[in-house]
């Protein structure tokens, strides 16, 4: 490594004790010094609990999606109850609701069963959330596509080429033109060379990419990928109104290092946010530019000048967020006690005038000092911003384990309220929309020590609701979770409009039958097809005979048209578990290798004489 200079000297000190700063965290035998139990009164609390009481019967008013982190999944929230509704299998298998064991679900988690999920992204019109689609990614470089009619994965699109460690997406644009990603990870690309790690800073590269995204039916498909240096990306976000066209993108490791990132990553005073015109790298890749890397065109913005800049910002930033008017551009340093607010029309001019500072690898870094508007002293370890509907946004503290509170225009920190541990993300009511709701905000910390009744050493993370809708923020609630709620998105349940039956008209799958006198079985040589119905409260045919060995297929309609009758087919010893909600038609396909007499029954409690719904599989062995 280089001879570090004395600034650099004292930024690695910097760096050393903001580490000694975490180890000292991370061992803490209690909560935090200080920490409040909850309200401090008696009227604080009944205040909060009247906030947060949804009477039995009542709706809630916001749905939050939060991300499952390595379960794979993404949990729905009602606000301000703080009640898990639903868990939304993606990445992993999920035998509650029969996820990754029919057909349709196993084929689309091919032949990975986990996925790091991190930034739930619904889609948008104009700005706003529409209610139709949400988009998540995880780490092996995979976007999926719930449905938000029916809160279903239906689409797994990837592993992209030259991803890797897909951490930087699913951030989608104004319109859900695209999905964005970005690479946590430099390799060598494409995938499959092998290249010495002392030429990382040469012959490693990272990738942006955008997802093409179907303004129909949501189905995604390849759209283009730019070429970076080898920096690690982290957040980002997409521009709106006034920036729309852009997508900006954190990043840290701009030294290039290897080895001890805490260490050799830390050596210069600041990193970088990306600044990328997608719609001028469309063009290119429409007027045929790009090179063919991975099956995939790649832009390199050496050779196409204009689609990619780099703005300077604070030590290893995690966060960037744009404000509701698109005229901001947020970036968060973690090793720093500032936020930097980057004004768009600046950044525009500094690109007409060419004011730069140098380059990396072809792309131009504008001047710091030409394209900010302020730096905010909102605290120790800034994170992630989020924005209210009067002008405040909202910035997580990591090392002060707060969320500071903040004027637009004004750049003045007007309050600050303590979380319970760690706050990572936070996330506001439509708060990275172009119209905020205000009212709600959830703190998304990474631990919850001394919060809860011990469940071993195995705990919870933390997730607390803080009420937005006076001058001062108030904690209202906290809930636990399952690892990890890394980042959410709250919209107004006005916005969504689930069905709960598949109406019968819809169902075009050309084995689905509807009346009990077609369901059989019949047989193809050693492929069986079984023709099943499910009704209360009967699973018809009750018996299947097969031979062993065949290739059983078996076809299951739930013909029920009422909302709740959902019914389930668990297959004994054959590891096949199904649940068909009303009006759906799943398969199971599997090869029939163990003889003998199986049983198999409905899984979902579906009426008085559930216990009668069963049948059996007789597998006859070879002679």
């Given amino acids: 490594m280089r001879q570090m200079s004395g600034k650099w000297k004292a930024t690695a000190a910097a760096a050393a004790i903001f580490t000694a700063a975490l180890m000292v965290w991370q061992c803490a035998p209690s909560a935090p010094k200080g920490a409040k139990k909850g309200p401090a009164n008696a009227s604080d609390q009944s205040v909060a609990a009247m906030k947060t009481y949804v009477a039995p019967g009542d709706l809630d008013d916001f749905y939050m999606f939060a991300s499952g982190g390595h379960s794979g999944q993404i949990y729905v929230y009602g606000l301000p109850s703080m009640r898990h509704l639903s868990t939304i299998p993606v990445y992993t298998p999920y035998p509650a609701t029969g996820y990754g064991f029919d057909d349709e679900s196993k084929a689309m988690l091919g032949g990975l069963t986990w996925g790091d999920v991190h930034h739930p992204a619904l889609s948008e019109t104009n700005g706003d959330y529409d209610g139709r689609w949400l988009f998540v990614n995880e780490m092996n470089g995979r976007v999926a596509r719930v449905d938000l009619r029916d809160f279903k994965t239906r689409q797994i699109f990837g592993p ?14 104004p319109n859900t033109e695209y999905s964005m990603m970005a690479s946590r990870f430099s390799i060598p690309i494409p995938k499959g060379k092998s290249v010495p790690i002392d030429k990382y800073a040469t012959e490693y590269k990272g990738v942006i990419a955008a997802v093409k995204i179907d303004p129909k039916t949501g189905a995604m498909s390849q759209g283009f990928q730019i070429l970076t240096p080898p920096f690690d990306w982290d957040l980002g976000d997409a521009g709106k109104k006034i920036s729309d066209g852009w997508m900006f993108w954190t990043c840290y490791n701009s030294e290039r290092a290897t080895g001890k990132l805490e260490v050799t990553s830390a050596q210069k005073d600041r990193d970088y946010i990306a600044a990328v015109d997608w719609r001028a790298a469309e063009k290119a ?4 530019k790009g090179d063919l890397i991975g099956g ?11 689609i990619f800049y780099l703005l300077p910002c604070g030590k290893s930033p995690h966060g960037v967020d744009v404000s509701p008017d698109g005229k901001y551009v947020i970036g968060s340093g973690k090793l720093q006690g500032v936020t930097t607010v980057f004004n768009f029309e600046k950044i525009q001019t500094a690109i007409r005038n060419k004011d730069f500072t140098g380059d990396e690898d072809g792309i131009p870094v504008l ?12 605290g120790l370890g800034p994170l992630h911003t989020q924005f209210g509907g009067d002008g405040y946004a909202y910035t997580s503290l990591f090392v002060d384990s707060a969320i500071a509170k903040w004027k637009l225009g004004t750049w003045e920190v007007v309050d600050k309220i303590p979380m319970s541990y760690s706050i990572g993300h936070l996330a506001a009511a439509e708060g990275d929309t172009c119209t905020p709701k205000g009212k709600y905000l959830v703190g998304l910390n990474k631990l919850s020590h001394g919060r809860h009744l011990s469940v071993g050493p195995s705990q919870p993370e933390s997730m607390q609701l803080v009420d937005i809708s006076e001058e001062k923020m108030k904690l209202l609630y906290d809930a636990f979770t399952e690892p990890e709620p890394h980042y959410a998105q709250i919209v107004a349940a006005k916005t969504i409009h ?10 075009k799958n050309p084995l689905a039958i509807w009346d009990v006198k077609d369901a059989g079985v019949t047989r193809q040589g050693t492929n069986v097809l079984a023709k099943v119905v499910l009704v209360r409260s009967t699973i018809t045919p009750t018996a299947i005979e097969v031979n062993q060995g065949d290739t059983v297929k078996i076809v299951m309609t739930n013909i029920e048209q009422t909302t709740d009758e959902l019914h389930g087919f668990g297959l004994l010893d054959y590891n096949i578990n199904i649940v068909v909600d009303p009006g759906e038609t799943k398969t199971v396909t599997f090869k029939a290798d163990k003889p003998g007499v199986f049983p198999y029954y409905c899984t ?13 599989l007789i597998v006859k062995g070879k002679s």
Wanted: net charge negative; charged share 25%.
């Fill in 296 to 306: 995939v065109k790649v832009l390199d913005p050496k050779k196409v000048p204009g």
């Fill in 367 to 378: 001047k710091y000092e030409s394209i900010k508007d302020a730096e905010v002293a909102v």
């Fill in 604 to 616: 979902n409690f579906c009426s008085a004489l559930h216990q009668e719904m069963q049948g059996y």
């Fill in 498 to 507: 689930p069905i709960e039956v598949y109406p019968k008209e819809e169902n």
């Fill in 285 to 288: 890749i429409a007027e045929g």
């Fill in 160 to 173: 992209m080429p030259n991803i890797s460690g897909n951490h930087g997406s699913a951030f989608v644009t």
